[in-house]
């Protein structure tokens, strides 16, 4: 049986990262442009998820210079594998990450009214820390989250 391998994204999977955006995200997008910029930036790092050369998920990530603050931007899971384990391992993969770059805590935001999301984050020891209104383009609320990591 196939196994799930969770590594660092390359240009090469430009075509797959747009099509999982397009077909995961009704609204707030990255562009193919925007894609590429973050696959060739020292500030951000995209993981993929693959099974069998699949693209399954995919995690985004920020980080300032002279910042302990990581941010996940975005983490996206194809509809057929949800449920799988798929985005708990982007997860982690972007907690090590965070890690590797001697931040001390990771920041995310997700919509309201994704109750899944937050469900997985807060069973992974993300707490709430506030709310941004009207943050999406649809004019859906953000929850803000945040974790401390171990060094």
Not at 17 to 26: C, D, G, K, M, S
Not at 51 to 65: D, I, N, Y
Not at 102 to 115: F, I
Request: glycine share 6%; with cysteine.
């Amino acid at each position: 049986m196939a196994e799930l391998h969770v590594r660092r994204a390359t240009i090469g999977d430009l075509a797959a990262l747009v099509e999982l955006e397009n077909a995961v995200f009704a609204g707030d997008r990255i562009s193919e442009r925007q894609w590429r910029r973050h696959l060739e930036s020292l500030t951000a790092e995209v993981f993929v998820a693959t099974l069998e050369h699949r693209l399954l998920g995919a995690v985004l990530l920020f980080f300032r210079r002279d910042s302990r603050v990581a941010r996940l931007y975005s983490i996206a899971v194809a509809e057929g594998a949800r449920g799988c384990g798929v985005g708990e391992r982007l997860l982690a993969k972007a907690e090590r990450a965070a890690v590797r770059r001697a931040n001390r805590v990771l920041r995310l935001e997700v919509r309201r009214d994704n109750r899944v999301a937050q469900r997985l984050y807060e069973s992974h020891g993300y707490r709430l820390i506030g709310e941004y209104r009207a943050y999406y383009q649809d004019g859906e609320d953000a929850r803000r989250y945040e974790k401390p990591l171990a060094s």
